[in-house]
């Protein structure tokens, strides 16, 4: 008789470290989809300022009264309204290579162009 209690025991116990593993589990991989879903949303507006970043090269190289962009501007850094900055840096001159990177929050997006003016 005692014997039938302890084997009950045993067995429950068992069945519930099961039942809690799997519910670790699942709680771990909802916590890792919720943190990829929120970068998802966030990179949105890291690439639109990375876009910007290179609008601004684009348009600092066509129009030459504006400041001129080479490489001896190592970087150039701009924060924009919404919370979201791009930083360009400057690669060649001629032909003008540039890569702009957008930040929002902790996500980063990379846009690297190459513009040879004679194309224009």
């Known amino acids: 008789m005692q014997k039938k209690g302890v084997i009950s025991i045993l067995l429950t116990v068992i069945i519930?470290?099961?039942?809690?593993?799997?519910g670790l589990a699942v709680s771990g991989w909802t916590i890792i989809g919720l943190k990829l879903s929120r970068g998802?949303?966030?990179s949105a507006p890291s690439y639109y300022a990375a876009e910007s970043g290179v609008e601004f090269v684009l348009y600092n190289a066509i129009d030459e009264d504006r400041?001129?962009?080479?490489?001896?501007?190592l970087e150039i850094v701009q924060n924009l309204n919404n919370n979201t900055?791009?930083?360009i840096d400057i690669l060649?001159?001629?032909?003008?290579k540039a890569r702009s990177l957008g930040e929002f929050m902790d996500v980063r997006r990379t846009i690297e162009i190459n513009w040879n003016n004679s194309s224009w």
Request: a positive charge; aromatic letters at 8%.
């Open 92 to 96: 060649s001159d001629a032909p003008l």
């Open 16 to 22: 519930l470290s099961g039942i809690l593993s799997i």
């Open 67 to 73: 400041r001129p962009l080479n490489a001896s501007s």
């Open 40 to 42: 998802t949303g966030f």
């Open 85 to 87: 900055k791009f930083t």
